[in-house]
């Protein structure tokens, strides 16, 4: 039997992150990966440039039942902390739109770095393991297929089921629920939307149509660029909203924001009556989406020949589509998952379980879900970071 002080399930983000943290400490640590690598969705991350970071992280950028437990871990290792330990390391790196930070060369750069940060510190890493079972007894005796581990302190970084073919399950759930704590119900998030036969837009002929909107579902919204496919809409904004949508919701979508596309087809009208109403949209909307908008209404021929009443309805379908989803493309392609072990059974401090002494939870298994754009990272790093201290 093997005897560490820190055993850590799952060699993503958060696992590494707290690897190291414990190691600093003198911690004799192991961590057991199921996969025969170790950072697997930091490596696709990004484009395979892993958008590491955020510089605009607050607890605001999360989805939670407890929309402040972020706060404390977020506080305590933040971007710029993060940041230190990439220019320690001499990776170069860029920020794109909105904060979000990027390699230079590739992902590689920041698993080679936490790779190298363990190293450092002495930590055990053992790839292609699968746990068996795990008993509480003085401690914990994780089974494996190689053998039994004890240890004191015991961390889950599994994640949670998105991406399923890189390996992910809802593994991490079934350890909580052994121990009794409660689980938010899990479900796929930065997810691309479907749509049924009775759709508004028949996307298979706008398939690959790209276009900069404003997406609302409730009181929340984005700006960001939407992207029409054969099966519905993806695309950053669209991604994003899926966080917050729910099953019979409507989406409103403003195909061009900050302009008053009423007004404009007006003025147009004033200065180029003859003008043909796809052409004059195609001023406003990539020149597919102004043509099919024009055939889906029945409104064409020079705007000259159109009431105010018809511009009226082409504006207003271009300035406020609205239109409900009937699903997702579910886990396959969602990036994160929304839901998890619930914070009710955490401490935002140390991120242990309040009723089971030595065992922690971190990352995507935590009821803990942020938005694109580096957030889910840095909670992965910050959490990671908090357990560290403690385990």
Not at 36 to 60: D, L, Q
Not at 311 to 325: G, M, Q, S
Request: charged share 20%.
């Amino acid at each position: 039997m093997q005897d560490f002080d820190v055993v850590i399930i799952g060699g993503g983000a958060a696992g590494l992150m707290c690897a190291i943290e414990a190691g600093k400490r003198g911690r004799r640590v192991i961590l057991l990966e199921k996969g025969k690598k170790v950072a697997g969705k930091i490596r696709i991350s990004g484009g395979g440039r892993c958008n590491f970071t955020n510089i605009h992280t607050t607890a605001a950028n999360f989805q939670s039942a407890n929309p402040h437990f972020a706060k404390s871990a977020l506080k305590r290792y933040g971007p710029n902390d993060f940041i230190s330990l990439v220019e320690k390391h001499g990776i170069v790196y860029h920020e794109k739109t909105l904060g979000q930070l990027f390699c230079n060369n590739s992902a590689q750069d920041i698993i080679d770095m936490l790779l190298d940060e363990c190293v450092k510190v002495d930590v055990v890493i053992k790839t292609s393991i699968t746990v068996e079972a795990i008993e509480k007894k003085d401690g914990f005796l994780i089974k494996t297929e190689e053998g039994d581990i004890k240890c004191q302190s015991l961390v889950i970084a599994t994640g949670g089921p998105s991406i399923p073919k890189m390996g992910a399950t809802g593994w991490g759930y079934d350890v909580a629920r052994q121990f009794k704590l409660k689980i938010v119900d899990p479900v796929p998030a930065l997810v691309p939307l479907t749509f049924g036969e009775a759709f508004i837009f028949d996307f298979r002929k706008l398939s690959g149509v790209s276009v900069d909107v404003r997406v609302q579902c409730g009181k929340v919204s984005f700006d960001e660029a939407l992207l029409f496919t054969h099966r519905g809409l993806s695309g950053p904004a669209i991604l994003q909203i899926s966080s917050y949508w729910r099953s019979g919701q409507d989406i409103i979508i403003n195909l061009a924001p900050g302009r008053d596309v009423f007004e404009s087809l007006k003025e147009t009208k004033q200065n180029h009556p003859k003008q043909e109403l796809p052409t004059a949209l195609a001023a406003l909307l990539p020149k597919r989406l102004a043509t099919y908008i024009s055939e889906h209404t029945g409104i064409t021929g020079p705007l000259a020949d159109l009431s105010h009443k018809k511009l009226e309805k082409v504006a207003d379908l271009v300035n406020n589509w609205r239109i409900t989803p009937n699903g997702t493309e579910g886990f396959a392609t969602a990036e994160v998952t929304r839901g998890g072990v619930s914070t009710d059974e955490l401490s935002s401090k140390t991120m242990e379980a309040a009723k089971v002494s030595g065992l922690y939870f971190i990352g995507e298994v935590v009821d803990v879900t942020g938005h694109l754009g580096g957030y889910n990272f840095q909670w992965a790093w910050a959490s990671g970071h908090a357990a560290g201290q403690y385990v």
